[in-house]
Nanobody
């Protein structure tokens, strides 16, 4: 069973940047999604990347501010978050596309 290990996150001022990482165990490549959940809100889709990295998709709310990428040599997917806003504050989760396999989540806090 593949496992996802997340890193990154933390506290940043509005307008700042953070990099989240999601490392998959083993050598099999998977499409990976990022989701986030803010307090009192439903979990929402943020971005996705195919296992080759050729295809990406973004939620409208983060388009042009966040970039999803991957390094298949490290079996790791990244979410570069720029221009962070207080509304971006949430717990961010990575997930294997098409499977109920999730990372443990990482907290992103954005101060105004």
């Amino acid at each position: 069973q593949v496992q996802l290990v997340q890193s990154g996150g933390g506290l940043v001022q509005a307008g700042g940047s953070l990099l989240l990482s999601c490392a998959a165990s083993g050598r099999t490549m998977y499409g990976i999604n990022w989701h986030r959940q803010a307090p009192g809100r439903e979990r929402e889709f943020v971005a996705s990347i195919s296992k080759t990295g050729e295809n990406t998709r973004y939620a409208d709310s983060i388009l042009d501010r966040f970039t999803i990428s991957r390094d298949n040599a490290k079996n790791t997917v990244y979410l570069q978050m720029n221009g962070l806003k207080p509304d971006d504050a949430a717990i961010y989760y990575c997930k294997v596309d098409g499977r109920d396999v999730w990372g443990k989540g990482t907290l992103v806090t954005v101060s105004s």
